[in-house]
C-alpha cells in the first residue's frame, strides 16, 4: 500500500470482528512502533497487548458509558495500551531541557501513529482512544509509578468501514514566513 494512501485511507474503527489477529501480523504492527522517530532515540515507548476478555472488560471500565469506543474495547481480538517511560525523552542529564517538559506525549504520539497506520495497510482497524480515567487503567494493567498509560487503541479486523472526515484545506493551517493570518 502506497504511504499517501494508507494515510488517507485508514479510518477510526469502532466495531471489530471476533477474528483473532496473527502472531505474525502483531509482530509486523510492533515493527512499526520500533521504528518510530523519537527525541535523541530515547524510545520511551512500551506497549501493553491485551487479549484476555476479562482483563478487556475491567479495561472498558476506565472508559465513560458514552465514549463511541467503550464497546470497541471488549469487542475488538486485541487492544494495544501505548505508555511511555517518565523523565526520559526530553531530557538530558536528567533535566528537561525544554518548556515543553518530558516529551512522552509526543513520542508515544508518533508510535500511536505508526502502529496505526501499520494496522491500516495489513487490513486491520484501531481507533485511538485518549478519554479514559488512565490512574484506574495503570492500576489494572499493573503499569509502574516510573511509567504512564497514554493512549490505547483496539486492534482487529473491521467489522465496519469507518466514516471519511471533513478535512481542512492546507491554506486553513499552513504559514508561510512567519504566522500570517
Not at 98 to 112: I, P
Not at 115 to 124: D, V
Not at 155 to 162: F, N
Amino acid at each position: 500500500m502506497d504511504l499517501m494512501d494508507a494515510i488517507k485511507g485508514r479510518r477510526s474503527i469502532r466495531k471489530y470482528k471476533p477474528d483473532p489477529v496473527p502472531e505474525e501480523v502483531l509482530k509486523t504492527i510492533l515493527e512499526a512502533v520500533r521504528w518510530s522517530p523519537s527525541w535523541a532515540n530515547t524510545q520511551c515507548w512500551e506497549v501493553i497487548l491485551v487479549k484476555d476478555q476479562k482483563m478487556k472488560s475491567e479495561l472498558a471500565t476506565v472508559l465513560s458509558k458514552g465514549n463511541p469506543a467503550l464497546s470497541s474495547i471488549t469487542d475488538a481480538p486485541v487492544v494495544a495500551v501505548l505508555c511511555g517511560k517518565k523523565g526520559v525523552s526530553g531530557f538530558y542529564k536528567g533535566q528537561a531541557v525544554t518548556v515543553k517538559g518530558d516529551w512522552l506525549m509526543f513520542d508515544t504520539g508518533l508510535a500511536m501513529q505508526s502502529l496505526c497506520l501499520a494496522a491500516h495497510g495489513l487490513g486491520l482497524g484501531t481507533v485511538v482512544v485518549g478519554l479514559f480515567d488512565h490512574k484506574k487503567a495503570e492500576e489494572i494493567l499493573g503499569v509502574p509509578q516510573d511509567r504512564e498509560v497514554v493512549a490505547m487503541t483496539p486492534l482487529g479486523y473491521p467489522a465496519a468501514q469507518g466514516v471519511i472526515p471533513k478535512r481542512k484545506e492546507i491554506s486553513e493551517f499552513v504559514f508561510y514566513d512567519g504566522y500570517k493570518k
